[in-house]
């Protein structure tokens, strides 16, 4: 009776320290629930426990034997949801660090970790997974037979080339429907659906490359292998075209073959589809993606497929970071420098930063890919803490493109498009090869203007201008998405004179097919590719050359490849030159450099046409003369000079408001309880108005926290926020805490 008693005693005293996905600073204590075992739980279970009037999903991290708080006033956790923990002691401690590092709530970035049918107390359940296997008949059966079905012949013909089966799951990549072909050769007897385990069944052989590797590719591949097994960062810094993608090819097909896990975190859905297809005609396995454009149901079957280690490859955008490596081999970061990576609401993460530090603490090598190095990454490098591959040749037989300015002062245009660019875009669609057009705002005009007087239609809950969308005959606000009809008549000076000022995708796209009539033209930006698989469809067509010429925003600027795309034109890049954010010019240094290699990816040679007013800008001619290296080692310079990031260190405060008084007055407090604090070596600066003092009718202001080293900023943000959740002032505001910012919005 007495280890029974002792038991007991011991869950009378149990206390469960858990975190809920909250805006507090802190963790809630429960007591156990009366029907589970005490030795059950483990951190990182998920737990449903009481909170106010609802029941939440809370996440495990300790058991304890002692509360701040009587015992008798501890309410019972309701319900055990996981038998065992689906985040490691590992994982957990990362997010520890993440939750210190950022000072946000350590519910909250849990909470992050999950896909969202966990967050919402689903269980961890795998669905089955099926296969495709021919049957008997379906073996014997010739292609011939099913002439008259075409599709249900070539479902055969692929059955009969892997006799193994297929997994549902590659099957779905196919880029045509499948699945009506399969209910029929079903009915026919000729296949069937058999269920497997994934967990007994061993992965098949992957194929031998076919490519070869050039020296440069070798070095970095070897470079990179020779560190498995320990933690080492390295910068792979290659121009567009010089085949990074075979570089991770080969190191995956090494991590694979070692029995372990890779990660590979992209900065956009956009870039998914590409890079998945090309990771799936290598590797003939199931590939776990994860991202926001699947289905809940999906991103769990995924998640939990790579948290287990029954799939070695996870693809995914910045919401991946987290995810769970049962067998952690290598983590794979491209285009490391897109400010993508970096949340913007919410948990403020830089998913780029969580997964070197996470390839530390699993220790194994982590590889950031671009063509274009974020200033970060490449003083990182210059302080010995990356190690500095470099790929400076194009794959095969391609050239680097070809730049040239083009001067609009003084021209005549045509919708924004100078006679010399239309003459460029006709002589390349008639050699019968594509052409890119890049402007980075949609809309058909991002000003709605009265000719007579001036008056420009402006948003009422923004500090900014209603954009013309003219295909759906709106005035849209970008910010607060704010929509009406265009105003007729002045409400200023009364005239109807009113008009659609500047040029978006939408008004290129008029022009351009009023210009080139007998050509295909296709408009790729948020407007357009809404709709589910739109973005793909119009991709695949590029790639089979039905488009001729293609526009398009930042997706396109980065990550594709279009083997027949010859001509770039950029229509605006002063916007770039001119800017309240000192972060400007990198990124457009960035965007001119990414969206220029889509140019002559192939044989022939490319072309890039750039329209500007300012051709004799010096950061334009160090970029297009000097290529990205010389900027970027110039712009590291001035930032050195003004004592700026990366050289020194930020974390901004924001807060709004619906009145204009209340974030000014919020943000002046918490730099009083800064000065008080007195933390050497951190300057307090603001608070101001934020770049757009108004949007969606809330008053915005920033205050700045900067220090040359990261250890005094953090020594004092760790004593800041705490008081900050006390003022009672911080109840008639919201206000948010980003630390290394990307931007100053």
Not at 293 to 308: A, I, P, V
Not at 365 to 385: D, I, W
Not at 699 to 707: H, I, T
Request: glycine content about 6%; overall charge positive; hydrophobic content about 35%.
């Amino acid at each position: 009776m007495a280890p029974q008693t002792d038991l007991q005693t011991k869950k009378l005293n149990a206390v469960l320290k858990i975190a809920i996905p909250i805006p507090l600073h802190k963790t809630f204590d429960y007591l156990p629930p009366r029907s589970v075992d005490l030795d059950k739980f483990r951190p990182g279970q998920r737990l449903t426990v009481p909170f106010g009037k609802q029941s939440r999903v809370g996440y495990l991290l300790e058991v304890s034997s002692s509360s701040e708080t009587a015992k008798d006033k501890l309410k019972k956790a309701d319900a055990l949801l996981d038998e065992q923990p689906l985040l490691s002691k590992e994982e957990l401690t990362l997010l520890r660090w993440a939750g210190h590092y950022y000072h946000h709530p350590i519910g909250d970035v849990i909470n992050s970790a999950f896909p969202v049918a966990l967050r919402k107390g689903s269980k961890a359940k795998l669905p089955p997974i099926n296969k495709l296997v021919l049957t008997r008949l379906g073996k014997e059966i010739h292609q011939t037979e099913l002439s008259r079905a075409p599709r249900q012949a070539a479902l055969i013909h692929l059955l009969q080339n892997n006799p193994l089966g297929l997994y549902i799951e590659e099957l779905n990549h196919l880029e045509w429907n499948w699945r009506d072909a399969a209910r029929a050769l079903t009915k026919k007897e000729l296949i069937e659906t058999v269920e497997v385990s994934t967990s007994t069944e061993s992965l098949p052989e992957i194929p031998p490359p076919l490519l070869a590797l050039n020296k440069e590719q070798e070095q970095a591949v070897s470079a990179v292998s020779n560190s498995f097994g320990h933690f080492k960062s390295f910068l792979l810094e290659g121009i567009t075209g010089s085949g990074k993608t075979e570089v991770y090819l080969r190191l995956i097909q090494e991590t694979i073959e070692k029995g372990q896990q890779v990660m590979v975190l992209l900065p956009e859905i956009s870039l998914t589809p590409q890079l998945e297809s090309r990771f799936q005609a290598r590797f003939p396995i199931p590939i776990a993606t994860y991202h926001s454009g699947l289905s809940e149901q999906k991103r769990l079957h995924h998640w939990l497929r790579f948290q287990r280690g029954d799939w070695p490859i996870l693809l995914g955008t910045r919401s991946a970071a987290f995810i769970p490596m049962k067998k952690p081999g290598l983590i794979i970061v491209d285009e490391e420098h897109d400010s993508s990576f970096k949340q913007q609401e919410g948990f403020r993460f830089s998913a780029r930063d969580i997964a070197i530090v996470r390839a530390r603490q699993l220790k194994i090598p982590v590889l950031l890919g671009t063509a274009t190095p974020s200033l970060e990454s490449l003083l990182n490098c210059q302080r010995k803490r990356y190690q500095h591959l470099h790929l400076t040749t194009r794959a095969g037989n391609a050239s680097p493109p070809q730049f040239q300015l083009l001067d609009l002062r003084n021209k005549q245009l045509e919708e924004g498009l100078s006679l010399e660019l239309i003459k460029s875009i006709s002589r390349t669609v008639e050699r019968g090869e594509q052409v890119l057009l890049f402007l980075n705002r949609r809309g058909f005009a991002p000003t709605w203007i009265c000719h007579s007087c001036g008056y420009t239609a402006d948003c009422n809950r923004c500090h900014a201008r209603m954009v013309f969308h003219k295909q759906t005959n709106l005035l849209r606000c970008h910010h607060c998405g704010k929509e009406q009809r265009p105003i007729q008549r002045c409400p200023k000076c009364r005239q109807s004179d009113l008009q659609p000022l500047g040029i978006g995708t939408e008004r290129i796209e008029q022009v351009l097919n009023r210009l080139f009539p007998a050509q295909t033209v296709a408009r790729i930006d948020r407007d357009t590719t809404r709709r589910k698989g739109e973005l793909n469809r119009v991709l695949e067509q590029i790639t089979n050359g039905e488009i001729n010429i293609l526009l398009g925003t930042q997706m396109l600027a980065k990550g594709h490849h279009f083997p027949n795309v010859t001509l770039v034109g950029i229509l605006d890049i002063d916007h770039g030159l001119f800017s309240y954010d000192f972060r400007a010019s990198e990124k457009m240094a960035q965007m001119i450099i990414q969206v220029a290699g889509r140019a002559g990816r192939e044989e022939k040679r490319g072309k890039v046409l750039l329209q500007t007013r300012h051709p004799d800008h010096p950061l334009l001619a160090s970029l297009i003369h000097q290529g990205y290296g010389t900027f970027a080692r110039e712009a590291l310079l001035e930032r050195s000079a003004a004592q700026l990031p990366p050289i020194t260190h930020q974390a901004l405060m924001r807060c709004e408001a619906t009145d204009q008084n209340s974030p000014p007055h919020f943000l002046s407090l918490v730099a009083e309880l800064a000065e008080k604090l007195a933390i050497k070596k951190v300057e307090i600066l603001g608070p101001v108005p934020a770049p757009m003092e108004r949007r969606a009718g809330r008053y915005r202001y920033q205050l700045l926290l900067q220090s040359h080293e990261r250890e005094p900023l953090h020594t004092l943000l760790d004593q800041l926020v705490p008081d900050i959740d006390n003022l009672r002032e911080s109840k008639k505001v919201r206000w948010s805490l980003d630390v290394d910012p990307v931007d100053l919005y």
